[in-house]
């Protein structure tokens, strides 16, 4: 397993300027979707859930194809054996809250309409640093194999998706004859080569978004430090924010990466990487805040378009997850796709295509179905009109 002695953003940077000095670093390798695998960044198998920040840039470079990882508990929980002599990767989690049970001026728990503790979510004097590690899926034995996909079984056009993104965006993007892209902070303002001057439609996307990624860092956005102070190493830190973004964006719209004209940047991250390690967990951090930003863009216009969403806001849901149910979470769309034996679910999280299995046990079921319950107010509504009718019947057990 990793060294425990040295902290995590410390790892990673050694790790990374090991890869830049060789041009190996994941968003220095370019590549193309066909054949790639539906996630092509780190995910925990068993949640579906993508790594961030620093994790995923840990779990990125060590190099593994599969994007599958699980901890040893896990593996064991779905029947699979980490392979002998195989050491986990580090991924560290922090905890600024937690969860405690509401108590009264007497000190008695306080308990909601349904007999249920009320719990509050407080914030904790000093961030609580947890560590854990995990193993690819390279390093297991018992798991099924990846699936990888062509064009065809994904269920959107990637260029049409990347130019609806970018459309929507409304930001101010020209087109001129010349060989160079770049945004430009004073006008608010990106400039771009003529579509005919790249040689594919996904060079120019993946081009148009990485400026875009520089766009959020306005003021009247995500007002992002490294974007609006000058010199050469301030700008060097912008650029390595929007090259991890682009790398981010690129795999969940599958229209790939091409790092070539960013080459020049690499003697200055390292540099910086070798003078300050902790900024490769600022840059990640902010990439996924790029990442995030523009993803609501896109979130916001498919509710607008999309009517049936509206219609299946009037209709009465069940008070449990069954097949069909879209359910926003995190940031995620998670689609009950069908049902198991024992009573699990089959999953999708869009719109990445994850797909996974649910048990009604599972904590992120419960999460679910509170969304669920949340979105769709008529299921509260019938759960108290039941109760009301359940307390008026005559019953011979005490009311508690």
């Known amino acids: 397993m990793e060294n425990k002695s040295r902290p995590l953003h410390e790892q990673v940077a050694s790790t990374l300027i090991e890869q830049l000095k060789k041009g190996t670093a994941p968003w220095q390798k370019p590549w193309n979707t066909e054949g790639m695998p539906i996630q092509m960044l780190p995910y925990n198998a068993q949640s579906g859930n993508r790594y961030k920040g620093i994790n995923a840039m840990n779990l990125l470079l060590s190099g593994y194809e599969d994007p599958r990882w699980l901890t040893f508990k896990q593996a064991e929980s779905m029947g699979a054996k980490i392979l002998k002599g195989e050491k986990g990767t580090m991924i560290q989690f922090v905890k600024t809250h937690e969860q405690k049970t509401m108590r009264d001026e007497k000190g008695s728990v306080v308990f909601d309409e349904l007999g249920n503790p009320v719990k509050q979510r407080l914030p904790l004097s000093r961030p609580i640093v947890s560590s854990a590690w995990v193993f690819n899926a390279q390093q297991i034995s018992g798991l099924e194999a990846i699936v990888k996909t062509g064009p065809k079984e ?73 974007l609006l102070h000058n010199g050469m190493v301030e700008y060097s830190k912008e650029e390595l924010r929007a090259e991890i973004a682009s790398m981010l964006i690129g795999s969940e719209l599958r229209i790939g990466h091409d790092p070539g004209q960013h080459a020049a940047y690499v003697e200055s991250w390292v540099s910086v990487l070798e003078d300050t390690p902790f900024e490769i967990h600022a840059a990640a951090a902010d990439a996924e ?32 997850l069954s097949t069909g149910d879209e359910i926003l979470y995190k940031d995620r769309i998670y689609k009950v796709e069908g049902h198991l034996k024992q009573g699990r679910l089959r999953m999708e999280q869009l719109p990445s295509g994850i797909q996974f299995t649910l048990s009604s046990a599972d904590p992120l079921y419960g ?19 039941a109760e009301t009718l359940k307390n008026n019947l005559p019953s011979s057990t005490n009311k508690r």
């Open 154 to 226: 994904i269920s959107w056009d990637p260029m049409e998706r990347a130019e609806a993104l970018i459309k929507n965006s409304s930001a101010e993007i020209n087109h001129r004859y010349i060989d160079s892209a770049y945004y430009d902070v004073r006008y608010d303002a990106i400039t771009l080569p003529e579509r005919s001057q790249f040689a594919a439609a996904d060079l120019y996307y993946a081009t148009a978004l990485h400026e875009l990624a520089h766009w959020t860092g306005h003021p009247s956005r995500l007002d992002r430090a490294s």
């Open 367 to 385: 999460e679910l179905l509170k969304k669920k319950i949340a979105q769709h107010p008529l299921i509260s509504l019938e759960q108290s009109s």
């Open 289 to 320: 805040k790029i990442f995030e930003y523009l993803l609501a863009i896109e979130r916001k216009q498919s509710i607008e378009l999309d009517p049936t969403m509206l219609a299946s806001a009037m209709e009465t849901p069940r008070p449990f």
